[in-house]
């Protein structure tokens, strides 16, 4: 019997916290190095403004940049984000060129605060850059159909979440009641989820590269015929940057968009559509 000897251990610990970088910061490190290569960082700060008072020494790039790490981050709450980006709060936003992280009570004014203007014109930059240097014409993919003509599909989706709300008293004792979620949220029609307000949403996506090309939401059961009308010029432009022809363009929809009124906005705009209509 051989007997293998051991190698002593040794373990050393130390009372100072030293907190693990999370395993997201590699993939915010790359966006923003994308970002400010391509220069969409210095665009964000030139043509993105927002007029609104107790700004501070925020821009609107501060902002973003939290929001760019949220949405990668898929931490389930803003409050679990910011704890965990605490410890690396300066580098973080050094990535983005900037020196100070925004408070979460920073960040919700700014967001209450936005207008359509400045979302336009960030919905706009973005679009310029996604269409400009996204996956060519030959790599759009597509269907082909008996005659073997090349149909590009974008699907155009309305969706809608429920809020729930609890219930607040009354009584003239108290004050009025004021809900958050009165300024994005309105009563509107919930289906089969649960909840007392609504939010609508209307996504258009490409369906053989899956890239996202735009969304439009409101409160309630919002504005869909106008949405449908913007999303109808988001696609157009998105042909046109591809050199591709609006008859290849086939827009699928569901039920929502079933009537004749609104699907003679489609056919105005030059492009097909695919859906369930009932008239």
Same mark, same amino acid.
């Given at each position: 019997?051989?007997?293998?000897?051991?190698?002593?251990?040794?373990?050393?610990?130390?009372?100072?916290?030293?907190?693990?970088?999370?395993?997201?910061?590699?993939?915010?490190?790359?966006?923003?190095?994308?970002?400010?290569?391509?220069?969409?960082?210095?665009?964000?700060?030139? %043509?993105?403004?927002?007029?609104?008072?107790?700004?501070?020494?925020?821009?609107?790039?501060?902002?973003? @940049?939290?929001?760019?790490?949220?949405?990668?981050?898929?931490?389930?709450?803003?409050?679990?984000?910011?704890?965990?980006?605490?410890?690396? +709060?300066?580098?973080?936003? @050094?990535?983005?060129?900037?020196?100070?992280?925004?408070?979460?009570?920073?960040?919700?004014?700014?967001?209450?605060?936005?207008? %359509?203007?400045?979302?336009?014109?960030?919905?706009?930059?973005?679009?310029?850059?996604?269409?400009?240097?996204?996956?060519? &014409?030959?790599?759009?993919?597509?269907?082909?159909?008996?005659?073997?003509?090349?149909?590009?599909?974008?699907?155009?989706?309305?969706?809608? &979440?429920?809020?729930?709300?609890? @219930?607040?008293?009354?009584?003239?004792?108290?004050?009025?009641?004021?809900?958050?979620?009165?300024?994005?949220?309105?009563?509107?029609? #919930?289906?089969?989820?649960?909840?007392?307000?609504?939010?609508?949403?209307?996504?258009?996506?490409?369906?053989?590269?899956? %890239?996202?090309?735009? #969304?439009?939401?409101?409160?309630?059961?919002?504005?869909?015929?106008?949405?449908?009308?913007? +999303?109808?010029?988001?696609?157009?432009?998105?042909?046109?940057?591809?050199?591709?022809?609006?008859? %290849?363009?086939?827009?699928?929809?569901?039920?929502?968009?079933?009537?004749?009124?609104?699907?003679?906005?489609? &056919?105005?705009?030059?492009?097909?559509?695919?859906?369930?209509?009932?008239?």
């Amino acid at each position: 019997m051989s007997v293998v000897a051991t190698a002593p251990v040794a373990i050393q610990t130390c009372p100072q916290d030293v907190p693990s970088l999370p395993a997201w910061f590699a993939e915010v490190t790359l966006l923003a190095h994308h970002l400010s290569r391509r220069g969409i960082l210095d665009a964000l700060c030139d %043509q993105v403004h927002l007029a609104r008072g107790r700004m501070g020494h925020y821009e609107v790039i501060d902002f973003l @940049a939290v929001l760019f790490g949220y949405a990668i981050s898929g931490e389930p709450t803003l409050a679990a984000f910011f704890e965990r980006l605490a410890p690396f +709060a300066g580098p973080f936003m @050094a990535l983005f060129g900037r020196e100070r992280l925004p408070h979460r009570s920073t960040l919700s004014r700014f967001l209450a605060a936005i207008d %359509q203007p400045c979302l336009k014109a960030l919905r706009t930059l973005f679009e310029q850059e996604c269409f400009q240097h996204g996956f060519s &014409q030959a790599h759009v993919g597509g269907l082909s159909d008996r005659q073997g003509r090349r149909l590009v599909i974008i699907d155009v989706d309305a969706t809608r &979440q429920a809020a729930r709300q609890r @219930a607040l008293t009354t009584c003239a004792q108290f004050p009025a009641p004021r809900r958050r979620l009165a300024e994005v949220c309105a009563p509107g029609y #919930t289906g089969r989820k649960r909840g007392e307000v609504v939010r609508s949403r209307t996504t258009i996506l490409q369906a053989h590269t899956q %890239q996202w090309l735009g #969304t439009f939401s409101g409160a309630g059961n919002g504005d869909y015929v106008a949405e449908l009308g913007e +999303a109808c010029q988001v696609v157009t432009h998105y042909l046109h940057s591809r050199d591709i022809a609006l008859a %290849q363009g086939l827009l699928r929809l569901d039920g929502l968009y079933g009537n004749a009124s609104v699907l003679t906005r489609i &056919q105005q705009a030059g492009l097909g559509f695919l859906t369930r209509a009932r008239d």
